[in-house]
């Protein structure tokens, strides 16, 4: 699996920990977070409250490591729904995916999510969409008869 680039972004909200959801995104990156640092933008939402976008890019083998460690954290069930659902996931080389950020949050749990208050993932795919589902197939098949 080749990543070209990683893009993680989260909102945090003001009810929110802003420490607490740069401790879970650091978390989910694993060991490729280290000397990385979140783009921080100030925002306001719809009545003034503040928000903050948090944004993490990786490049090169530090997004394919963090790409395979996420993927790795991904609960069966996921990663086959994930699969089926790529045609609606890929625009040309990028694959978008919502992870649940309040199960981040809570229990350091990666579940993909197709709605609000998410952790968003575009990863930029070198080579073919085709190989990267070969490889979520094996892994999936391996997570399988591991259990």
Known sequence: MKVQRLSVSTFCYATEDEEKIRKALADLLGETYQGVEFHKEELSGHYGDPIIALRVELGGERATNATKAII?????????????????????????????????????????????????????????????????KEIVSRNMSAK
């Open 72 to 136: 790795k954290r991904m609960e069966v069930a996921d990663l086959i729904f994930m699969i089926s659902t790529m045609p609606n996931r890929v625009e040309g080389s990028k694959i978008y995916l919502r992870i649940d950020k309040q199960a981040l949050l809570s229990s350091n749990r990666v579940f993909l999510k197709d709605g609000e208050d998410v952790v968003k993932l575009i990863i930029s795919i070198k080579g073919s969409k085709e190989r990267f589902m070969e490889e979520l």
